[in-house]
Structure formats: structure tokens, C-alpha cells
């Protein structure tokens, strides 16, 4: 079954920038929808982003246009979240799953694996 895992977390400071990467041993990531959701303390999951296999459609939450960019690497089998001018709302941990959460997921086509969020990755901006 489909496990993705993810990396890059950590502690930063108000408006400085982190790359979170998504990754599965034995799958290739392009044959599937890829989605960034996150959860904060207790808050509800979010969807943050999403990108079709082929990233001809890609969907961000309005919280964060702007600002985080979804983006594959084929060659590295990879999924990066990059985050630029953090907030402390961002705070939060951060997984990804072949599937989209609700929010993200408008027009939206392709493979999905439901049940394939990886452990996550935490988040802490503060300064």
C-alpha cells in the first residue's frame, strides 16, 4: 500500500522561507494526485495544496496563495511544498497524501490513494 513520507520541517522565524519535501519507496509519485494538508493544535486538518500527476492543476488554500508554491521533481520521485514568508499561523504539522483534502481539490483529476498521509513533518514559526 501507498505510504508517502515527509521531510523538512522546523523551527523558523517570521518571514523566512522553508522547502518541505514528499516522498514513497516502490511508487512513482507522478501517477497519482499529491496534496499538502496540515493540522495546528487544536485546529481542524487543512488542505494547503495540491497537484494533479501530470501538474497541469494545481490548487492552493487562500491562506496561503502567494506565499507556497507545490511543485514535482520526477527524477527525485518527489513532491516539494516551498514556503516562503512564514507565519506563525503556519505553525503546524504538515503531511502529504495522494489525495486532496476538500478545500484544495476543486477540478481536480487524477489517481488518488485514500488513506496515504504520511506521519508529517512540524512546523514552528515563531520568533
Known amino acids: 500500500q501507498l505510504r508517502l513520507v515527509e521531510s523538512g520541517g522546523g523551527l523558523v522565524q517570521p518571514g523566512q522561507s522553508l522547502r518541505l519535501s514528499c516522498t514513497a519507496s516502490?511508487?512513482?509519485?507522478?501517477?497519482?494526485?499529491i496534496g499538502w494538508s496540515r493540522q495546528a493544535p487544536g485546529k481542524e486538518r487543512e488542505g494547503v495544496s495540491c497537484?494533479?500527476?501530470?501538474?497541469?492543476?494545481?490548487n492552493y488554500a487562500d491562506s496561503v496563495k502567494g506565499r507556497f508554491t507545490i511543485s514535482r521533481d520526477s527524477a527525485e520521485n518527489r513532491v516539494y511544498l516551498q514556503m516562503d514568508n512564514l507565519k506563525p499561523d503556519d505553525t503546524a504539522v504538515y503531511h502529504c497524501?495522494?489525495?486532496?483534502?476538500?478545500?484544495?481539490?476543486?477540478?481536480?483529476?487524477?489517481?488518488?490513494?485514500?488513506?496515504?498521509w504520511g506521519p508529517g513533518t512540524r512546523i514552528t514559526v515563531s520568533s
Open positions: 497537484i494533479s500527476p501530470d501538474s497541469g492543476k494545481i
Open positions: 497524501a495522494a489525495e486532496c483534502d476538500s478545500n484544495v481539490r476543486a477540478g481536480m483529476r487524477g489517481r488518488v490513494e485514500i488513506g496515504s
Open positions: 516502490e511508487f512513482n509519485l507522478d501517477d497519482y494526485v
